[in-house]
């Protein structure tokens, strides 16, 4: 099987962080109330980075003459009525997933310089991403401790 195009990698990780779990969450909010909105904050505000990334690969890609399928969600309509505590490890969990997938696309971009670029930029994000939803986990559990 032939390697893949660095815009058919890109677009593959454009369509891991444009329907991830953080994006689907800030389209519902089934888990918020209102001791969630410092929280609920926070994710939305990470979901705004990940679509500001997601939109420069989607103009890259479209310069580059690559029609992207946007596809749709995973089946993530179970997670409308859960704690936040569950929630945050679903988050993170998929993260980490996205995370790696962006790992293996790096050295397969390193021959396009802007392509490779943008996916950094993604990996750079993702992985503040994921260390923020950790924090928010961490400092969850350390209330729910003291409580």
Not at 31 to 41: F, K, L, N, R, V
Not at 42 to 65: K, N, P, Q, S, Y
Not at 78 to 106: C, G, N, P, T
């Amino acid at each position: 099987m032939p390697d893949a195009s660095p815009n058919d990698l890109l677009a593959d990780l454009l369509i891991l962080a444009h329907r991830s779990l953080l994006q689907y969450t800030t389209e519902c909010f089934p888990w918020s109330d209102t001791d969630d909105e410092a929280e609920q904050a926070a994710v939305t505000e990470m979901a705004r980075a990940e679509e500001e990334v997601v939109a420069r690969i989607a103009d890259w890609l479209d310069r580059h003459g690559t029609i992207v399928d946007w596809g749709t969600y995973p089946d993530w309509t179970s997670l409308h009525f859960v704690s936040l505590e569950y929630l945050l490890k679903k988050l993170i969990a998929d993260e980490e997933q996205l995370v790696a997938a962006v790992d293996r696309a790096l050295p397969a971009l390193k021959a396009d310089l802007e392509a490779s670029a943008l996916a950094q930029d993604l990996s750079n994000l993702e992985r503040h991403n994921l260390a923020r939803l950790r924090e928010l986990a961490s400092a969850r559990k350390t209330r729910a401790v003291v409580s």
